[in-house]
Nanobody
């Protein structure tokens, strides 16, 4: 599985960015695509995730109401629309895939995810 993340950049507080993660290679009956972020000196944390076939989106409390995860099945791409960005959202954002079908919440521990893309840097200035 190859994951290609893009869309990061520098934005002022209150601004918006949209991250993309294009998936290619091996396919699965079902899988979770998740977004994680890691700021310098901090642990990698769950941001959002969605089950590819038939799943609801799930968010961390810190981004709920501001970020939206969505998917385009035809393009094999998952998006993370980030609105009302705050300086504390500054981090390297990475997408990940974990095969399987999950009922209810998606896995939130980064160690659960088997496949990772490279990160894209998001910097929010105050």
């Amino acid at each position: 599985v190859q994951l290609q993340a893009s869309g990061g950049g520098l934005v002022q507080a209150g601004g918006s960015l949209r991250l993309s993660c294009a998936r290619s290679g091996r396919t699965f009956n079902n899988f979770v695509m998740g977004w994680f972020r890691q700021a310098p000196g901090k642990e990698r944390e769950f941001v959002a995730g969605i089950l590819w076939h038939g799943g609801n989106p799930y968010y961390s409390d810190s981004v709920k109401g501001r970020f939206t995860i969505s998917r385009d099945n035809d393009k094999n791409t998952v998006y993370l629309q980030m609105n009302s960005l705050k300086p504390e959202d500054t981090a390297t954002y990475s997408c990940a895939v974990e095969p399987g079908t999950y009922l209810g919440d998606v896995p939130r521990r980064h160690t659960t995810y088997r496949y990772w893309g490279q990160g894209t840097q998001v910097t929010v200035s105050s």
